[in-house]
C-alpha cells in the first residue's frame, strides 16, 4: 500500500488542524493504522493508532482530549484531527500501515510496514 500524508501548515497555538493519509490499493481496510511524528533532532514516536475499522483507538499521553484519529475505509483514508495546538506539538507527522496491527493495536515504529512520506506541523507561540 502506498500512503500519502497531506494538511500539515503554519498555525498559532490553540488552532486546529485536520490531517489527512491518502491511500492506494484495495486492502486499506485490512490494515491498523497509525500516526507519528518527528520533531528535529528528536527520535519518532507514536501520536495515535487504530484498528482496521477506528473502532479500537490509543493515543500517546501528550495529545489525549485534543486530538483524533479516524478512517474512512470507503475513502481509503485515514484523519487526525488536532485541535488546541501547542508549540511542542511540532513536527513532521507521519502516517503508517501495519498488517499485524488489523485487529490489535500497534504502537511501535517497527511494527509498521508502510509510511507516508510525512507532513509538517508548525506551531507558533
Known amino acids: 500500500v502506498q500512503l500519502q500524508a497531506s494538511g500539515g501548515g503554519l498555525v498559532q497555538a490553540g488552532d486546529s488542524l485536520r490531517l489527512s493519509c491518502a491511500a492506494s490499493?484495495?486492502?486499506?481496510?485490512?490494515?491498523?493504522m497509525g500516526w507519528f511524528r518527528q520533531a528535529p533532532g528528536k527520535e519518532r514516536e507514536f501520536v495515535a493508532v487504530c484498528t482496521w475499522s477506528g473502532g479500537i483507538t490509543s493515543y500517546t499521553d501528550s495529545v489525549k482530549g485534543r486530538f483524533t484519529i479516524s478512517r474512512d475505509n470507503a475513502k481509503n483514508t485515514l484523519y487526525l484531527q488536532m485541535n488546541s495546538l501547542k508549540p511542542e506539538d511540532t513536527a513532521v507527522y507521519f502516517c503508517?500501515?501495519?498488517?499485524?496491527?488489523?485487529?490489535?493495536?500497534?504502537?511501535?515504529?517497527?511494527?509498521?510496514?508502510?509510511w507516508g512520506q510525512g507532513t509538517l506541523v508548525t506551531v507558533s507561540s
Open positions: 490499493g484495495r486492502t486499506f481496510s485490512s490494515y491498523g
Open positions: 503508517a500501515a501495519t498488517k499485524s496491527g488489523r485487529y490489535t493495536l500497534k504502537a511501535r515504529v517497527n511494527e509498521y510496514d508502510y
